[in-house]
T-cell receptor, first 112, second 113 residues
Framework: AQSVTQLGSHVSVSEGALVLLRCNYS??????LFWYVQYPNQGLQLLLK??????LVKGINGFEAEFKKSETSFHLTKPSAHMSDAAEYFCAVSDSSYKLIFGSGTRLLVRP | DVKVTQSSRYLVKRTGEKVFLECVQDMDHENMFWYRQDPGLGLRLIYF???????EKGDIPEGYSVSREKKERFSLILESASTNQTSMYLC????????????FGPGTRLTVL
């Protein structure tokens, strides 16, 4: 069965610093992987997804993620954090029955 | 633009009441989903539907039921609300391919007193 682990329920960075949010997955089939963002009092919004092909995936708002099969990882990065990036981020893997398996989420805090 | 709407942003109900949460999508998606979101637990799937009148239990279906009479509408029903069902409820929809992302509504924050 698929599962997703997000290391760190809270990550705090300074404005302008690198953002790194970690995601590891387990899957018995080639995975489809997603990162979603949730701003306060809103639903989830897709940041980026990996299906096939290029392992470095670019998303909205300057985020990108790299699929590393050997490490079963799909970490999310952004070179320079902005105050508006403060939100909760969820990693997810698609299972064979169209459902998404979500990690427990990482709340990103951006310090001025 | 895909739009998923939920009938209420905030709802307060009493223990034992029957509660209906409505979700409507405008993209002709076959799949629709109901999740609950609790701090530290991420999103947990309650039910999903892959066609009109078709449904499947998710990870935490106990105490809930669903209805999908029309393709665009998916309802979540709490037969007899309890305080442990106080939570954020999120609806989502998608096309039926594994690589398709789900589109989410804004959520309903339900408080059961």
């Amino acid at each position: 069965a698929q599962s997703v682990t997000q290391l760190g329920s809270h990550v705090s960075v300074s404005e302008g610093a690198l953002v790194l949010l970690r995601c590891n997955y387990s899957s018995s089939v080639p995975p489809y992987l997603f990162w979603y963002v949730q701003y306060p009092n809103q639903g989830l919004q897709l940041l980026l997804k990996y299906t096939t092909g290029a392992t470095l995936v670019k998303g909205i708002n300057g985020f990108e993620a790299e699929f590393k099969k050997s490490e079963t990882s799909f970490h999310l990065t952004k070179p320079s954090a902005h105050m508006s990036d403060a939100a909760e981020y969820f990693c997810a893997v698609s299972d064979s029955s169209y459902k998404l398996i979500f990690g427990s989420g990482t709340r990103l805090l951006v310090r001025p | 633009d895909v739009k998923v709407t939920q009938s209420s942003r905030y709802l307060v109900k009493r223990t034992g009441e029957k509660v209906f949460l409505e979700c409507v999508q405008d993209m002709d998606h076959e799949n629709m989903f109901w999740y609950r979101q609790d701090p530290g637990l991420g999103l947990r799937l309650i039910y999903f539907s892959y066609d009109v009148k078709m449904k499947e239990k998710g990870d935490i279906p106990e105490g809930y039921s669903v209805s999908r009479e029309k393709k665009e509408r998916f309802s979540l029903i709490l037969e007899s609300a309890s305080t442990n069902q106080t939570s954020m409820y999120l609806c989502a929809s998608s096309y039926p391919q594994l690589y398709n992302e789900q589109f989410f509504g804004p959520g309903t924050r339900l408080t059961v007193l």
